[in-house]
């Protein structure tokens, strides 16, 4: 049975810091691609950056600079470094692992950026 449990999120205050945690268990963790997505309130999901199974990430132009996705295969777990944070960050942010057999979602977690 394929898990990945989010945890990390919480209030911030407006240029402050988080790092998002996401454990997998049930899949060949260093052969997915993993992701960081995020929902803010009315809005569609969005992909937030992206690590492959060889470490090339990818980033949103809306977080570029600010954030940094990392894996560590032995821990089955992916990071997201999140700096300076802005209000306008604040949504659930959802984990993702996705290979040809398949792609799968955690249950999110809520970061608030707020004053």
């Known amino acids: 049975q394929v898990q990945l449990v989010e945890s990390g999120g919480g209030l911030v205050q407006p240029g402050g810091s988080l790092r998002l945690s996401c454990a997998a268990s049930?899949?060949?963790?260093?052969?997915?691609?993993m992701a960081w997505y995020r929902q803010a309130p009315g809005k569609q999901r969005e992909l937030v950056a992206s690590?492959?199974?060889?470490?090339?990430?990818s980033y949103a132009d809306s977080v570029k600079g600010r954030c940094t996705i990392s894996r560590d295969n032995a821990k089955n777990t992916v990071y997201l470094q999140m700096n300076s944070l802005k209000p306008e960050d604040t949504a659930v942010y959802f984990c993702?692992?996705?290979?040809?057999?398949?792609?799968?979602w955690g249950q999110g977690t809520q970061v608030t950026v707020s004053s």
């Open positions: 993702n692992a996705r290979s040809t057999l398949w792609n799968s």
């Open positions: 049930g899949i060949v963790f260093s052969s997915s691609v």
């Open positions: 690590i492959s199974s060889g470490s090339t990430r």
